[in-house]
């Protein structure tokens, strides 16, 4: 049972151009979202978060979206770059106070073209 | 400075062999978790931990176990009853509702 689904394996999306990442989820108790860029043969690093209590989040240029409703989040990359190049996971967990159980997505591989 | 740890980078495991992965962070983060990586797939949590001497399983952790008797450290165990090993593992922490912190993985193989 995927909780956190990445429907988009791949993206490709030109230099100066507008990168949408989008994420599905389907626990209704996931109240807390994160996206990570990952290259290969390495750990994630961290991008950006968005709690449920807000509906956007913005981090120079990276912004995530959130739609509740529709549970649905996406990650806008404005510029893309060529070093934006890296498969992207969406993440979710409850928010229950402490740390809880963190659930990934399947990930989308962006490429950036020149 | 802090970080999360991950060794060896590289591990060779022979059939029905247990191997442990190891995992440290000076992060005084109370949670860690494992997750698995296989080639074009996304990343499955195999056990994670949100204190001391306690740990739940994830999603797939038939085959693995961990210990968690310090709050810096959370081995991962694959033993022989895991059927198939070779992927790439990651350990993470995080000290709350916040983001998680990556160690750099470990690659396993069987050989």
């Known amino acids: 049972d995927q909780q956190v689904k990445q429907n988009s394996p791949s993206l490709s999306v030109q230099e100066g151009r507008i990168s949408i990442l989008n994420c599905d989820y389907t626990?209704?108790?996931?109240?807390?979202f994160l996206w990570y860029k990952k290259y290969p043969a390495e750990g994630p690093t961290f991008l950006i978060s968005i709690s449920s209590i807000k509906d956007k989040n913005e981090d120079g240029r990276f912004t995530v979206f959130l739609n509740k409703s529709a549970k649905h989040l996406s990650l806008h990359i404005v510029p893309s770059q060529p070093g934006d190049s890296a498969v992207y996971f969406c993440a979710a967990s409850p928010y229950t106070g402490t740390a809880s159980k963190l659930t990934f997505g399947t990930g989308t591989r962006l490429q950036v073209t020149l | 400075d802090g970080g999360i740890t991950q060794s060896p980078k590289y591990l060779f495991r022979k059939e029905g062999q247990n191997v442990t992965l190891s995992c440290e962070q000076n992060l005084n983060h109370d949670a860690m978790y494992w997750y698995r990586q296989d080639p074009g797939q996304g990343l499955r949590l195999i056990y994670y931990s949100q204190i001391v001497n306690d740990f739940q399983k994830g999603d797939i952790a038939e085959g693995y176990s961990v210990s968690r008797e310090k709050k810096e450290s959370f081995p991962l165990t694959v033993t022989s009853a895991q059927k198939n090993p070779t992927a790439f593992y990651l350990c993470a922490s995080r000290g709350g509702i916040t983001e998680a912190f990556f160690g750099q993985g470990t690659r396993l193989t069987v050989v």
């Open positions: 626990n209704s108790m996931f109240d807390y």
